[in-house]
């Protein structure tokens, strides 16, 4: 059974900085490219950021550029999304999305990111 455990969402203030992980099961982690998805209220899901399976090319949303990194943990079969400089429109709650081209074919349940002051 596959499945893609999201955490280390919260409330934080403008400029602040949290650390998603999520913690994926049922694949083969470390042959799979992954994904960062979010959903701010009342818009459609955008594309934040991608890692190959090695860890050594990501790919980045330009509205995330330079603030965000996207990582792995191939032995702990763990995706991160570090978010730095974090602004009220990075509010959304993001998703951790298995993709297999040209599919999102696993999706975790998502975490809430609340940029507020």
């Known amino acids: 059974q596959v499945r893609l455990v999201e955490s280390g969402g919260g409330l934080v203030q403008p400029g602040g900085s949290l650390r998603l992980s999520c913690a994926v099961s049922?694949?083969?982690?470390?042959?799979?490219?992954m994904t960062w998805v979010r959903q701010a209220p009342g818009k459609g899901r955008e594309w934040v950021s991608t890692?190959?399976?090695?860890?050594?090319?990501?790919y980045y949303a330009d509205f995330v550029k330079g603030r965000f990194t996207i990582s792995r943990d191939n032995a702990k079969n763990t995706l991160y999304l570090q978010l730095n400089s974090l602004k009220s429109e990075d509010t959304a709650v993001y998703y951790c999305?298995?993709?297999?081209?040209?599919?999102?074919?696993?999706w975790g349940q998502g975490a809430q990111v609340t940029v507020s002051s």
């Open positions: 049922g694949f083969t982690f470390s042959n799979s490219w």
């Open positions: 890692i190959d399976p090695g860890g050594g090319d990501m």
């Open positions: 999305v298995k993709w297999t081209s040209p599919m999102f074919d696993f």
